[in-house]
């Protein structure tokens, strides 16, 4: 978190110190369950223990207060590589680009085990979280982008200012070499304008639908040309002969307009708060926004200068956050299920190249959204494909939980990760070859029912233990109800196979 950030919170948290405490006593285990699921992953037991015995706001401003701006896992071994650039390519043999490309994929394929690494052992799962969620916000992929590093260098850049401040992290998204090939902008010049980023900067990282005109769109494309990347050290460059320095109108506000004078006239539209603060709430508290409410706290979020922290603050309090509801459940994302799953069982990763494939066939490939709106979410994740392969993951998990898994042959992964990204969902092939790979991470089941009231692998659950497994495992009342009469792995398996965990 930002130093302006940190001061704008203490503020904040100095003058509602009387409203936090009057959102009510303890939380108890339950409803911190609940909050730290949906403000990270499903946590572990000592997670809950951590919170359980503080009010909401007390529980919501620790998790704010232990935010990271970087990543504790080590970085992959190739981050110092030099990039091959463009030309270089082009004076490549096609066995020698090959090559290449395969390099990437398989860097890509590293990359990704590392992220979910990362976000399975952070001391902040609310950091990963919101990491994901400007990842999904600000979309690059790269099948485009190409260059695995380009698109490591942008998740340690969504990481820094996750929880940071908005009009911030905006302008150096704008700037960011991997967004700047995915949308074009290093193409976009004098005379021949790309309206690429200027179109999606308004419509998807900002405003939103219908407000702004085609006539916006044009002109702002114009105080974008110039922007380029350096080949030597695929550093943002600006190439003034570029760059049309004549005079543009954007949104009513007229000028020798540069981009970085777009940006803010953006930021100065009351719906760039609106919008930001509508996709935080489908988030984080319920699938259908409160208008009301969401007006309030992006008026909050504005007068605090776009201070992230300030708007996730109010959102986690919203009272939705701690309650078991229908009507407030979403649906859990690939990656908060695998995750979510090694977190509350204190399970490991046993192959996090193999992970991140078996994430990618249940629809999320991380670093390759599908387009440029990203992954749309909620229902959308749930398939009849995607919701088998969901499901034979959780039933391999459980299967392997006294064994190791045996790591597959790296080559054979890019394979399987070239054909993901030419396949919306992966594809019954790409699903098939999943299945044939050892299970990449390995629980402790015996160990995990103890931590859930006691139970026993090879004894039967009883009435008590019935309850206590659906209680910390299911955020609604099973689908299926659990027998007293079930052996523990019996009722650990079919608590994580009904149809109530994959909601959060």
Do not use: C
């Not at 190249?353 to 629809?363: E, R, Y």
């Amino acid at each position: 978190m930002t130093l302006r950030a940190a001061a704008a919170l203490s503020v904040l948290l100095l003058a509602t110190v009387a409203r936090a405490a009057q959102i009510g006593d303890a939380l108890g285990p339950d409803r911190a369950r609940l909050l730290l699921t949906r403000a990270g992953f499903a946590p572990g037991q000592e997670e809950i223990d951590r919170s359980a015995s503080l009010s909401h706001g007390q529980a919501v401003d620790r998790l704010l207060a232990t935010a990271r701006t970087s990543a504790a896992t080590p970085a992959p071994a190739w981050i110092d590589d030099r990039l091959v650039t463009p030309r270089e390519l082009r004076a490549m043999t096609d066995d020698e680009r090959k090559l290449v490309r395969r390099t990437q994929i398989r860097n890509g394929i590293e990359l990704r085990g590392w992220w979910l690494r990362e976000m399975t052992d952070t001391p902040s799962p609310l950091t990963e979280r919101m990491t994901l969620f400007w990842h999904n916000h600000f979309v690059s992929a790269q099948p485009k982008v190409r260059y695995a590093l380009l698109m490591y260098r942008q998740n340690l850049l969504l990481r820094q200012h996750a929880l940071g401040n908005f009009r911030e992290l905006l302008h150096a998204v704008a700037k960011d070499p991997a967004m700047l090939i995915y949308l074009d902008s290093a193409t976009n010049r004098r005379g021949a304008p790309n309206e690429n980023f200027a179109r999606e900067v308004m419509e998807l990282f900002t405003l939103g639908e219908s407000a702004y005109s085609e006539a916006d769109v044009k002109e702002a494309a114009r105080a974008f040309t110039g922007w380029s990347i350096d080949p030597a050290t695929a550093a943002f460059m600006f190439r003034p002969r570029l760059h049309d320095d004549g005079e543009k109108t954007v949104l009513g506000t007229s000028g020798k307009l540069r981009g970085e004078d777009v940006l803010d006239i953006l930021l100065a539209q009351p719906a760039t708060a609106e919008f930001i603060v509508r996709k935080l709430w489908r988030e984080f508290v319920s699938p259908q926004p409160d208008s009301a409410r969401v007006t309030d706290i992006a008026k909050r979020f504005r007068k605090s200068d776009f201070e992230i922290a300030v708007a996730v603050r109010e959102l986690l309090l919203q009272p939705e956050v701690v309650q078991r509801s229908e009507d407030n459940a979403l649906v859990k994302s690939p990656v908060e299920l695998v995750v979510g799953l090694l977190r509350q069982s204190q399970g490991a990763v046993t192959n996090p190249a193999a992970l991140a494939l078996g994430v990618a066939g249940m629809g999320q490939n991380l670093f390759a959204p599908p387009n440029v709106r990203g992954w749309p979410g909620g229902e959308a994740w749930i398939n009849t494909q995607t919701l088998l392969a969901r499901k034979q993951f959780l039933e391999r998990s459980v299967s392997a939980t006294m064994k190791t898994a045996v790591a597959p042959d790296p080559g054979a992964l890019a394979d399987v990760l070239d054909e993901v990204q030419t396949s919306a969902a992966g594809g019954g092939s790409v699903l098939r070859r999943l299945q044939q790979q050892a299970a990449p991470v390995q629980l402790d089941a015996g160990q995990w029912l103890t931590s859930l009231g006691g139970l026993h692998v090879e004894r039967s659950v009883g009435e008590a233990g019935v309850r206590a497994t659906a209680r910390q495992l299911l955020v609604l009342p099973p689908s299926n109800p659990l027998s007293s009469q079930m052996l523990g792995l019996d009722a650990l398996r079919a608590a994580l196979l009904d149809p109530v965990y994959q909601l959060k």
